[in-house]
């Protein structure tokens, strides 16, 4: 038995950047519901850390990939658009100063009227942490205070944190964003530390590419983690990525399975993104 809701369908930006107004422009007009940007800071020349998301420990695109700033690119697509929702897959956030991530994410927000989605996450490239100077091993205990402080400082007239890694005097921070301390915190990560700080913390969770009946095996345990939280009762949205192609059945197995959104690529290898689109239309309508 199919949904009587309709599962999201979000696109990720792996276009040319001259290409991603026009390609948002027209998956805006198609009735996407949001755009995502993955990001990382650098990339080694060599890994000397396993990457723990494949069996050969290899990470699934090359060192030479090119990536972007999320939150310009995002900008950039903010001016083209009106409603579609515009977030990182995934922003890694004990790599970067949180009073820096507060001011880029409610920007954003500002300039898009309230459509800024702040995938986060604690990173899994060891490398990145040790070019910039900052320990790999804490990232997961700083993460949870910056969640704590860029809250605070997108709803409270005044801030003031102390803690382990963030010690901050009393700061005002202006403007907020429209969100407000409301602006989504969406957790990515697919280990069990990653998907109990999604419940613990976030407003939703971003996984990687699943099938219906693996996406319900991690619904269920964020919603028992929810659950331990005591936190069911708040909003929170589960997003997944889809192998491509992906039919009107598809979708209504995610929604069954407890998917709010699918993020998929329908181009790619012989196939542009326009060819691509044209192929979503039908499904989307």
Request: zero cysteines; hydrophobic letters at 40%; charged letters at 25%.
């Amino acid at each position: 038995m199919r949904s009587t809701t309709v599962v999201k369908v979000g696109l990720p930006l792996t276009v040319d950047p001259p290409d991603i107004p026009e390609l948002a422009r027209r998956a805006e007009s198609l009735g996407v519901e949001s755009l995502w940007i993955f990001e990382h800071l650098i990339w080694p020349v060599e890994f000397h850390h396993r990457y723990p998301y494949t069996d050969s420990g290899v990470p699934p695109v090359p060192s030479r990939v090119p990536t972007h700033d999320a939150w310009v690119l995002l900008a950039s697509v903010a001016a083209v658009t009106s409603t579609v929702r515009l977030g990182s897959s995934v922003y890694i956030l004990p790599l970067r100063d949180p009073l820096v991530t507060a001011r880029a994410v409610a920007t954003l927000d500002v300039v898009s009227g309230g459509r800024a989605i702040l995938g986060a996450g604690v990173g899994w490239m060891a490398e990145e942490f040790e070019i910039e100077g900052i320990d790999f091993a804490s990232r997961g205990r700083r993460t949870d205070e910056i969640v704590a402080v860029l809250r605070s400082l997108w709803h409270h007239e005044v801030t003031e944190y102390h803690g382990e890694h963030v010690d901050l005097p009393p700061v005002y921070f202006e403007p907020k964003p429209p969100q407000g301390a409301g602006l989504p915190i969406v957790f990515g990560g697919e280990s069990p530390p990653a998907l109990r700080r999604a419940a613990r913390l976030g407003d939703g969770w971003i996984g990687m590419r699943h099938t219906p009946e693996s996406a319900r095996e991690r619904v269920d345990r964020l919603t028992a983690l929810r659950a331990d939280a005591g936190r069911s009762d708040l909003p929170f949205e589960v997003t997944i990525g889809a192998s491509w192609p992906l039919t009107a059945d598809d979708l209504a197995a995610f929604r069954e399975a407890g998917v709010d959104r699918v993020s998929v690529r329908p181009w790619g290898r012989g196939v542009s993104w326009q060819e691509g689109l044209d192929v979503l239309a039908p499904l989307l309508a």
